[in-house]
């Protein structure tokens, strides 16, 4: 593999990383729908600057159209990531995320009818047994003080993120990259802002430079990603998604005063384990 890509690749990951660390603090001082929509809102406003530059061209119909179905399952994915975000430790959300895998596996099977491999169904064995290590293996006073509305919402970002990557995966090969960084911005902030503006609370301006911070950083994250796709096989990119938990930690730790458990760490490998043998080929 290229150097190239897998540089981009992590880079973007490292950028998401931050971005979720971000939200998790204004998860503190806001409802979680008011940050869905001010998060692509802002990512909005990045990301039109960005295509007003670079000039992409206008998107075809069918693009519009394909992506609003991605639109409505993003604004689902990060309303539950971030009640997540601030419901639970930074790494446990993270590593229940990881699951994500082995549903994109599942629904690869169910929508773009991959062939069932034996090692799927270990996969999915074996990344179960690390989500329960996680959720039952806490410490009795970690267990007491756990959101277990925050464990489902996780657990459902993790569902909704996996099909937006299958349905991704059927439009990557006919839409500019800089249409679907945009379109991940712009569908789910029209999506979000009823709900938003339902949910609003003031807003404390010293607080919009940080919601501007995570539209810079998704779109910047988003453009790694999808340069870094674009130029090697997913398969050996998706590895480097578990770099995540190693930011996860040192972020949680350093910015949160957070100490991950042995259960999330344990957990966390065994997810990541079964995640790997699922993006062997």
């Known amino acids: 593999m290229q150097y ?3 540089v981009r690749a992590a880079a973007g990951i490292a950028v998401l990383s931050i ?4 939200i998790k603090g204004m998860s503190a001082s806001y ?8 998060r692509f809102a802002c990512g909005t ?6 295509v007003a530059v670079m000039r992409p061209g206008w998107p075809s119909r069918e693009t519009v159209q394909a992506n609003l179905l991605r639109s409505v399952i993003a604004v689902i994915t990060a309303a539950c990531f971030f009640y997540a975000l601030g419901k639970l430790p930074l790494a446990e959300t993270l590593v229940l995320s990881f699951l994500a895998p082995m549903f994109i596996a599942f629904f690869g099977v169910l929508l773009l009818k991959e062939r069932v491999d034996p ?10 047994g690390g989500t329960l290590v996680v959720v039952l293996g806490q410490t009795a006073e970690a267990s007491a003080a756990r959101s277990w509305l925050g464990v489902a919402a996780a657990l459902a970002s993790a569902i909704t993120y996996a099909l937006s990557l299958v349905l991704l995966r059927q439009r990557a090969q006919r839409d500019k990259f800089l249409h679907i960084v945009y379109f991940q911005n712009a569908g789910p902030a029209i999506l979000a802002l009823p709900f938003g503006l339902w949910a609003w609370q003031p807003l404390n301006l010293a607080h919009l430079a940080w919601f501007m911070l995570m539209g810079v950083l998704g779109v910047i994250g988003h453009v790694l ?9 997913a398969a050996r990119l998706a590895p480097l998604e578990y770099t995540a938990l190693i930011w996860a930690v040192l972020i949680g730790y350093g910015v949160f005063g957070e100490i991950p458990t042995w259960a999330t760490l344990g957990g ?13 080929r």
Do not use: W
């Open 19 to 22: 971005m979720d660390a971000v």
């Open 31 to 38: 409802p979680t729908l008011q940050v869905t929509f001010l």
């Open 268 to 280: 966390g490998l065994l997810i990541v384990a079964a995640a790997l043998l699922t993006s062997r």
């Open 225 to 233: 990603m999808a340069t870094a796709y674009a130029k090697a096989e």
């Open 4 to 6: 190239g890509p897998a």
């Open 119 to 128: 090692r799927i169904i270990a996969a999915i064995a074996i990344g179960f």
């Open 45 to 50: 406003i990045i990301a039109t600057g960005v």
